[in-house]
């Protein structure tokens, strides 16, 4: 009698295999004549295009160069902005010669090192606009976080360098007394960045870009600085780079729905999932209990979030499933299995809810189980029997 409930199980897993047109699992597991398929995913290195667009054509504005980070776990860029510097030289020289005409006339001669008050030499209101980035339309109903930033101020003469300061303000956010660092090192050539974070040095910023903003700074010398003039003559470039650390991290401004690409993980071929003709074709539903869907990945980015299957063509027959590690489930009792029954699968975003998008998505593994109630008819058995 053991060998029947076996049998049935057995019959009911080859079924689904072929009804659904799947590969042949990796195994089967039989408790309490609850039959489980587990398949190696095929779908590695998801299309992250597919759910959130192209990701890689954001837009920040005009002379805003986006690298792609290549080594980081998050889908991240690298924004990198070459401040726009220009007539250094000529404001210096005119505030150097003003000052030399003052210390000419009251000493009559001009000392190596001449003295210099706390003096404005280029100031630069609005140079540039750092726009709210222009994502891909399912990002539309996210906030970006704050961001992280750095500052580097560099040129080839240390000794003026150490004798300027730099005021930089980025919107209502301003940045006082900034000194000189070492270079960004960023390459100038290329769309890429292999670095983990920002690069080193500079000086630390936060950043927030939900909103257009103007950029503005301002180069002075610092008080009470004696300058040597033949120190001077080395050179006046100054080199000002800003570099944003901007990973795919949002939080969700509202309730919103995100429809996930895995329809055809459980049903290749569309249709019915258990290949039923009609609504009248029940035979192979009644001896089903429940059913239970699984889908592992690699990465999870919905770490507070839901998933949603719905059963039907139209997007009706909504159910709610967990997410627990990375492993998404959804459980649908036999009632629920109407025809024609046609899963597609969404996360749930509640106010609040993260997303995280990784640089590598895909599904690891997916697992179809099914709870098996069925009743045998032994009265043939026991007919004249008699206690």
Known sequence: MKRL???????????????CDLQLPKEIEIVKQSPELRFDADMKDIDLDKIFGDLEKVNFGNKIRILTCDNTNTFTLLVYIDVPIVNLKEAFDNIIDNIIDDIRIKLGTVPEAIPVSDTILVEEKDIM?????????????????????????SGSNNY?????????????????????????????????YNGTSLPAGGHDLIIDINEKSSLSFEIYLKQNEALDLDKLKDGFDIKVELAIWFPFEFTAKEETELKLPFDNIFNEGGGDLF????????????????IYFEIVLNENPFPDSTIILR?????????????????????????????????????????????????????????????????????????????
């Open 5 to 19: 409930p076996v049998f049935l199980v057995l019959s009911l897993v080859f079924f689904f295999v072929f009804a």
């Open 129 to 153: 606009e750092i726009n709210s980035p222009e994502l891909p339309s399912a990002f539309d109903i996210f906030a970006i976080d704050s961001l992280d930033a750095r500052l580097f101020i």
């Open 160 to 192: 003026l360098l150490d004798a300027l300061a730099v005021n930089l303000s980025i919107g209502d956010v301003s940045n006082s007394s900034l000194k000189r660092t070492n270079p960004s090192n960023i390459p100038l050539e290329t769309t890429v």
């Open 275 to 290: 290949g039923r003709a009609s609504a009248s074709d029940e035979s192979f539903i009644e001896m089903i209990d429940s």
């Open 311 to 387: 059963s039907r063509p139209d997007g009706t027959g909504a159910f709610n499933g967990v997410i627990t590690g990375n492993k998404l489930s959804v459980s649908i009792d036999k009632d629920n299995i109407i025809y024609p029954f046609n899963p597609s699968f969404s996360i749930s975003f509640n106010e609040n809810d993260r997303i995280i998008v990784p640089s590598v998505f895909s599904i690891e593994e997916f697992a179809f189980k099914a709870k098996v109630r069925y009743t045998v008819d032994i009265s043939n058995i026991t007919d004249g029997w008699k206690l």
